[in-house]
């Protein structure tokens, strides 16, 4: 485990994670530190100093992407990306996402559209899934929306 260290001194190890992820946790990284410092400019949080903490945190998180390596322990970066790690994942409704995932590809297989067990290890990689946030169309997938005055011919799929 890339945590666990007998002799308690800090070590290098290597990020050796696929170019889409890095790139992911670049822009997540950047945007992350973007909104701690303007929070401490113009509306301080309660603990300045966390802020001023977790903000370095991020900076070494970026640096370490940069070198593809990484200084170990590290506990703030750490509780930092656990952080926000969670919070991404509640904001963005990821439970749900994946339990409605889950079932449509159940339901799937149940009628034959696809051998095997659904589930969590039936997705792409991550490094070659699609990162863009999926948009509910009216209707269901593969429903347009048709500019017409004839209201059965909305309905219809395109």
Same mark, same amino acid.
């Given at each position: 485990?890339? $945590?666990?260290?007998?002799?308690?001194?800090?070590?290098?190890?290597?990020? &050796?994670?696929?170019?889409?992820?890095?790139?992911? !946790?670049?822009?997540? !990284?950047?945007?992350?530190?973007?909104?701690?410092?303007?929070?401490?400019?113009?509306?301080?949080?309660?603990?300045?100093?966390?802020?001023?903490?977790?903000? $370095?945190?991020?900076?070494?998180?970026?640096?370490?992407?940069?070198?593809?390596?990484?200084?170990?322990?590290?506990?703030?970066?750490?509780?930092?990306?656990?952080?926000? =790690?969670?919070?991404? &994942?509640? =904001? @963005?409704?990821?439970?749900?996402?994946? =339990?409605?995932?889950d079932a449509h590809h159940a339901l799937l297989s149940l009628l034959g559209g696809r051998?095997?067990?659904?589930?969590?290890?039936?997705?792409?990689?991550?490094?070659?899934?699609?990162?863009?946030? =999926?948009?509910?169309?009216?209707?269901?997938?593969?429903?347009?929306?048709? $500019? @017409? @005055?004839?209201?059965?011919?909305?309905?219809?799929?395109?």
């Open positions: 485990m890339a $945590d666990q260290n007998p002799t308690a001194g800090r070590r290098v190890v290597p990020i &050796d994670l696929p170019p889409t992820q890095t790139e992911i !946790l670049r822009d997540e !990284l950047l945007g992350w530190l973007a909104g701690i410092e303007e929070d401490i400019t113009t509306d301080p949080l309660p603990d300045p100093a966390a802020d001023a903490r977790e903000a $370095d945190a991020f900076r070494r998180l970026l640096a370490a992407l940069d070198r593809n390596e990484i200084a170990l322990p590290d506990a703030e970066a750490r509780e930092a990306m656990r952080r926000a =790690a969670e919070g991404y &994942d509640e =904001a @963005s409704g990821y439970e749900r996402v994946v =339990a409605v995932h051998h095997g067990k659904a589930g969590r290890g039936d997705r792409r990689p991550a490094d070659q899934a699609n990162t863009s946030p =999926a948009r509910h169309e009216p209707g269901g997938p593969g429903r347009q929306r048709r $500019d @017409s @005055s004839d209201p059965d011919d909305r309905d219809r799929v395109g």
